[in-house]
């Protein structure tokens, strides 16, 4: 048997991205072939985060005989990594393979291929990361829980959503927006701490002065917050760590002080998005995907609640192309953050010889591509179409880790022309090629201005206010 290989291009290459090779395509041709083998193998995988939460996940790869263990590793490692950024965690068991788990130990250890991963998720769960190769009937079983959180629209509130490349900040009463504001800042570029702090407030006391009082407020934001702290957010990343540990860590705390100790609830963006499709469809089962700076993702479950789960899609892998662009930060190629965000549009944008004046920062030039679309510039709609194509093959692997009913897709990105370019064939795409999906799954763009602020109103809703 030759060598499996999962790479595989589309029939129809994109002509921006001809060598882009979804993973759900290459995943289901490596599992009929290993179906079709001989005595194939069962790999037992379980990643734990905190509350002694599990998910798991099982698999069949080929046996020794068939010497496809490169194929087996590359399948399994994209299964792992798609877990681990999924769900969280900072102990991985694996169990049916010695030669694979010995593999996975390598990839992440502290000098390993994925130890940016590790080294995240460790400070995250502020645990020691591991990975464990045990025997198969040793791999924990599922043990996973979700909350109810939001919907809440009694009083006056402000809902702040803290975007990479802009704020946005609602002021409501009783469930109605009676002032919306967006403004362009640049967290990511800026080392002063205050520059955070002092941005936030400013929307926060603008949309005060338009209430009588402030009863709650909600923020949305990306990171990962664990008891209103921030515990990692890339909106800081040029923040010094000693600066960001005595001025940011405990931002919204304080933030909550000035404002007499109301109600206050932080919840990453990809939650908040969920929400928001959640409350403006009623309905459940929602995955959210906000596409701006980086690509924003959160869940809503069967039950209407928040699972818990990382949701950090940014990181996921959604094309088996080794040599396609690699994500700044955790150094990995084919992940969601360069497919499903402003970087996507300026990767193609130059794929499509589109030229941009010097020293323009990434959200001018994503206007740029989107002025050109609005004018029906064949070049700019191609990138949207591309991104289109994208999506649809990535909801389609998503869809093997969520149970979804309806996808919400809102950010940046999908603002004008180019976003119903990218809703149109995401659609075509699966029920070309995923039809069973296609009829149990709605995707929503939702209207410009819903799309713009949406997310600052649903964060509103966050807080309990307790009388």
Aim: proline fraction near 3%.
């Amino acid at each position: 048997m030759e060598k499996l290989n999962l790479k595989i291009k589309l029939k129809n290459q994109l002509s921006l991205d001809s060598d882009y090779s979804p993973i759900i395509l290459g995943n289901i041709a490596f599992e009929n072939a290993v179906k079709d083998s001989i005595n194939p193998v069962t790999v037992r995988i379980a990643i734990e985060r905190n509350k002694n939460q599990i998910a798991s996940a099982e698999c069949l790869v080929f046996n020794n005989k068939y010497n496809q263990n490169e194929a087996n590793y590359l399948y399994l490692e994209r299964l792992i990594k798609t877990l681990l950024w999924i769900r969280g965690g900072f102990r991985i068991y694996i169990g049916g393979s010695d030669l694979l788990g010995k593999q996975i130990i390598e990839t992440y250890s502290k000098n390993g291929i994925r130890s940016f991963d590790q080294k995240f998720m460790a400070n995250i769960y502020e645990q020691p990361f591991e990975v464990l190769n045990v025997s198969l009937e040793n791999v924990p079983t599922s043990n996973e829980i979700s909350e109810s959180i939001g919907r809440h629209l009694d009083g006056c509130r402000i809902g702040f959503d803290a975007g990479g490349s802009d704020r946005k900040v609602s002021a409501l009463i009783d469930g109605v927006a009676i002032f919306s504001e967006e403004v362009i800042w640049h967290p990511k570029t800026m080392s002063d701490p205050y520059y955070h702090y002092n941005g936030i407030m400013d929307s926060l006391k603008k949309a005060a002065s338009k209430l009588p009082r402030v009863d709650a407020i909600g923020v949305s934001s990306a990171g990962i917050f664990i008891n209103n702290r921030v515990s990692v957010a890339s909106l800081f990343i040029e923040v010094p760590q000693n600066l960001f540990d005595t001025h940011i860590r405990d931002m919204y705390l304080n933030i909550q002080n000035e404002f007499d100790n109301v109600p206050l609830e932080v919840i990453n963006d990809g939650d908040v998005t969920a929400l928001a499709g959640a409350m403006s469809l009623d309905s459940n089962n929602v995955l959210g995907i906000a596409m701006g700076t980086s690509e924003a993702a959160g869940y809503v479950d069967k039950y209407g609640n928040i699972t818990g789960w990382l949701n950090e899609l940014a990181f996921v892998p959604v094309d088996y192309n080794q040599n396609s662009l690699r994500d700044d930060w955790s150094d990995d190629y084919g992940v969601g953050v360069t497919y499903f965000s402003q970087d996507a549009v300026i990767k193609l944008a130059t794929e499509a010889n589109i030229v941009f004046e010097a020293n323009m920062s990434p959200a001018e030039k994503l206007k740029v591509i989107q002025n050109l679309s609005n004018k029906n510039d064949i070049r700019a709609i191609e990138i949207f179409k591309t991104i289109g194509v994208y999506l649809g093959y990535s909801l389609a692997y998503y869809s093997r880790f969520y149970e979804i009913k309806n996808v919400l897709i809102l950010g940046r990105v999908t603002s004008g022309i180019g976003g119903q370019k990218i809703l149109e064939e995401a659609k075509n795409i699966i029920k070309k090629e995923f039809n069973n999906l296609y009829k149990k799954l709605t995707i929503n763009l939702p209207d410009e201005k819903n799309r713009r602020v949406g997310q600052s109103i649903a964060a509103a809703s966050l807080p309990k206010i307790t009388k």
